[in-house]
């Protein structure tokens, strides 16, 4: 499909590139141009490609921009949301969660998953780093469904192995530009030292980053250090699981030891604070991250613990949090925080072809509706977007060239109706007493 997007504001997150009003023209899973209204104006148009349109659309003079990358989640978890609300983590997992995923079957975290892309899609989110169960399920719901994802492996004691995460690697790395994989696995505390040491292997085998839960809890870095006198980070680095880069879900309750290996291994950090809140875990140290200049990213986390997938709450509680723990309300800024949520997450996700609206990324791009009156007046666009904006102003999702979400009807494939039908009776088979 060629679309042509016009009458628009762009901001497309490109460094010291300001908001200005354009076009967008899509080719396909591509976006073919970015231009400015005055550029347009010119008589000299052999610069532009000649695109016949399948479709055009008026923005009219609402805001176009990249799609948030979702950098951590598990999707599949919508089936628990609300079910084990206001425990502690520990309880929480042993009690409520892990009993309730072992009834899951493959087909079960299709339709979940899918389930969670119709939500993903009314917060503008193109892009997710999802880690759960089964990866093919997750994949195939989100190939069905057209949602971008790069899956990461749960990999623990109990599930999955080592050879299964490899294979999986090297098929999704090469079988469609929409999925790819990152190593990974659950969290130290969920793994033995030699389950490890061949996660270790591998990255080295590849050459490949590394991606896991990581102090997330004050308890967890205390039965580390009992354990293995360290901490998670400074032990997994001693592992050589970090070698090649990766990055750390949650980072709360970092040492200064802990931020100098992400540092030193140029590792990333992706930030969930809704559900670090809910779940009682802390506040991340995000100011302290970006004064070192770790990337970071924002993820939702599963919505088990956090109920909502929704990015706009997630930049908030970014900004809020990091203002309040600094006690400094210059501390993080919006422009910062939006950028986590679209290029640095992209750059986190390793998806370089998605991190700004220009002439040759993919095509994910979202609109949000600047005439409602929580974005009004337009003072500062940015500032809205993190501070007040809400999923009621996207209008439009975009992914590879594809309109999947706009106005309130999506373009997935299937009845939505009937992915909540699949759900309910899930959930009613795994839940009910």
């Known amino acids: 499909m060629n679309i042509r997007l016009y009458n628009a504001r762009i901001l497309t997150m490109e460094k010291a590139r300001p908001m200005f009003r354009g076009e967008i023209w899509v080719k396909n899973d591509k976006i073919a141009c970015v231009v400015n209204s005055d550029e347009l104006k010119k008589e000299d148009m052999k610069d532009f490609p000649k695109i016949a349109w399948d479709g055009e659309i008026d923005c009219r003079d609402n805001l176009l921009m990249p799609g948030f990358k979702n950098a951590h989640t598990h999707s599949a978890m919508v089936f628990l949301r609300s079910y084990a609300d ?135 870095v205390e039965e580390c250090r009992a354990k293995y006198g360290m901490t998670p980070a400074v032990f997994l680095e001693t592992m050589g699981i970090f070698d090649f880069g990766g990055g750390g879900f949650h980072c709360v309750h970092m040492t200064s030891d802990d931020i100098d290996v992400f540092s030193r291994r140029r590792l990333s950090v992706i930030t969930n604070p809704a559900s670090n809140l809910k779940l009682a875990s802390g506040i991340c140290p995000v100011a302290e991250f970006t004064r070192r200049r770790i990337p970071v990213a924002i993820g939702t986390d599963g919505a088990a613990s956090n109920n909502s997938l929704n990015m706009f709450r997630e930049m908030f509680l970014v900004a809020g949090l990091s203002k309040m723990r600094e006690e400094n309300a210059a501390s993080l800024d919006a422009e910062k925080v939006l950028r986590m949520a679209t290029a640095d997450g992209a750059k986190v996700m390793c998806l370089p072809k998605c991190d700004v609206l220009a002439k040759g990324k993919q095509a994910d791009i979202i609109m949000i509706d600047l005439y409602q009156p929580n974005m009004q007046p337009l003072h500062d666009i940015q500032g809205n977007l993190v501070y007040s904006c809400s999923k009621s102003n996207v209008c439009m999702t975009m992914i590879n060239g594809r309109v999947l979400y706009r106005n309130g009807d999506f373009f997935v494939g299937e009845s939505v109706d009937r992915i909540y039908g699949e759900c309910e009776r899930i959930v009613k088979r795994i839940l009910s007493v």
């Open 86 to 220: 206001d425990l502690p983590l520990d309880k929480w997992l042993t009690e409520k969660i892990f009993p309730a995923e072992k009834k899951l079957t493959e087909e079960d975290i299709f339709y979940l998953t899918r389930l969670a892309v119709l939500e993903y899609l009314t917060s503008g989110i193109t892009s997710i780093f999802d880690m759960y169960l089964t990866s093919d399920s997750t994949a195939e719901a989100c190939l069905d469904t057209g949602m971008r994802c790069v899956l990461t492996s749960g990999l623990n004691d109990f599930t999955s192995s080592v050879e299964k995460m490899e294979e999986q690697y090297n098929r999704w790395n090469r079988k469609n530009s929409l999925i790819s994989y990152q190593l990974g696995f659950h969290a130290e505390y969920t793994c033995s030292k030699e389950l490890l040491y061949h996660v270790a292997q591998l990255a080295h085998k590849y050459h490949a980053p590394v991606f896991t839960h990581l102090a997330e809890t004050r308890r967890e």
